[in-house]
């Protein structure tokens, strides 16, 4: 059974090691550069809340929460969420983005948005509507891929 709590800073090794898996591959988030444990102790913690799925002791996944702007848009939250290959398909994913959405409401935010949802990117496409985000549009040639391509990017929102 998975299950979703804050993290800790033994977390870090393991939730850094999917981090720079994701960002390997090319294909989700936006960063080129992998994180150190280092970095990534630092980088988690300056989040709002992170949250890591895991089961029988064994971290799957994480996801990050942090305001998406400033100002008169700071109750707009944002978030990341990467699971571990070897863990895809078993639940992890949906947890966390509806542990996210709680921990969001509990932060005080309003609005979840995610800004570059690659459109290629399917199964978070699909878990995202699921769950009642709502696409704002299609940036075309948002994202550029490994291989030098341009895919587009589908912003979503949805209410806390």
Same mark, same amino acid.
């Given at each position: 059974m998975v299950e979703v709590r804050p993290y800790v800073y033994d977390d870090v090794a393991a939730m850094v090691e999917i981090w720079n898996e994701v960002v390997r591959d090319g294909i989700a988030f936006p960063q080129e550069n992998e994180l150190s444990l280092e970095e990534g102790a630092e980088f988690f913690a300056a989040q709002t809340h992170c949250g890591v799925a895991v089961e029988d002791g064994a971290v799957l996944g994480l996801y990050i929460l942090h305001p #998406? #702007?400033?100002?008169?848009? &700071? =109750?707009?939250? #944002? $978030?990341?969420?990467?699971?571990?290959? $070897?863990?895809? &398909?078993?639940? /992890?994913? !949906? *947890?966390?983005?509806?542990?996210?959405?709680?921990? &969001?409401?509990?932060?005080?935010?309003?609005?979840?948005?995610? #800004?570059?949802?690659? *459109?290629?990117? /399917?199964?978070? !496409? =699909?878990?995202?509507?699921?769950?009642?985000?709502?696409?704002? &549009?299609?940036?075309?040639?948002?994202? !550029?891929?490994?291989?030098?391509?341009? $895919?587009?990017?589908?912003?979503?929102? =949805?209410?806390?």
């Open positions: #998406n #702007n400033i100002g008169r848009c &700071g =109750h707009i939250a #944002n $978030a990341s969420y990467a699971v571990s290959s $070897a863990a895809r &398909g078993r639940g /992890a994913g !949906r *947890a966390l983005v509806v542990d996210s959405l709680e921990q &969001g409401r509990a932060y005080g935010f309003r609005v979840m948005q995610f #800004n570059a949802v690659v *459109a290629t990117n /399917a199964g978070a !496409r =699909h878990l995202y509507e699921k769950l009642g985000f709502v696409q704002l &549009g299609t940036i075309p040639g948002g994202f !550029r891929m490994p291989d030098g391509t341009y $895919a587009d990017i589908c912003p979503y929102y =949805h209410e806390l």
